[in-house]
């Protein structure tokens, strides 16, 4: 983890200051995911990055928090959340499969533009579904190059090992739906603008 940290660290500055590249797809997706959120909701984003979509999503949630392996990145999420005057939004440096909470405590989980940079996705999914409580949704945004760019199998570890690029795993959507229902979700629902963009899945946890 501590290789992925650092590059995050690097490029946290650069990173805050771009626009999103498809605003009115991550304004859907904002819109899908408000959709699932009550005022009384304790909801842990994961991967947050420097806070924008935690920011967003707060005002409809009891409290947010989110978590992330860049302590730079933290750092500007809670200079954001200041400047925002978000009282009911935390951050902290976690990784999630160390994260130290009990289980069974939160009412929805975000991992968004996340799971395919992990070393181990089924790992992290089983660490969500354990944090939630029965009837939880887990929200996921995932690039799954699988379905359109297989070659980054080979060009991917290569950016890595120059420090170009954060780990970067390839598996399509399939994939990845297999891996959220074999922990147990149960998929409500699945968006993708076109093949080449990230797959947006809502998961819930069984009661």
Request: charged residues 25%; positive net charge; glycine residues 6%.
């Amino acid at each position: 983890m501590a290789s992925s940290s650092r590059f995050w660290d690097r490029i946290a500055d650069k990173y805050a200051k771009q626009p999103v590249s498809d605003e009115a797809s991550y304004q859907q997706k904002l819109a899908i995911t408000r959709s699932y959120l009550k005022p009384d909701m304790q909801v842990l984003e994961f991967g947050c990055g420097t806070g924008s979509t935690a920011i967003a999503h707060a005002p409809y949630v009891k409290h947010l928090h989110g978590i992330d392996i860049s302590s730079r990145m933290i750092e500007i999420a809670q200079e954001k959340a200041g400047a925002a005057s978000t009282e009911n939004l935390s951050f902290e440096v976690a990784d999630i499969d160390d994260f130290n909470t009990p289980d069974h405590i939160f009412d929805a989980v975000l991992g968004l533009s996340i799971l395919h940079l992990l070393k181990d996705r089924d790992r992290a999914i089983a660490s969500v579904y354990r944090k939630l409580k029965p009837g939880g949704v887990f929200v996921s945004s995932t690039v799954c190059l699988g379905d359109w760019m297989k070659f980054f199998k080979i060009i991917g570890p290569i950016g890595k090992f120059f420090g170009l690029m954060p780990l970067v795993k390839v598996f399509s959507m399939p994939q990845l739906r297999d891996s959220l229902t074999g922990a147990g979700f149960l998929i409500e629902h699945e968006w993708r603008p076109a093949k080449n963009k990230a797959a947006f899945i809502v998961a819930r946890k069984p009661e």
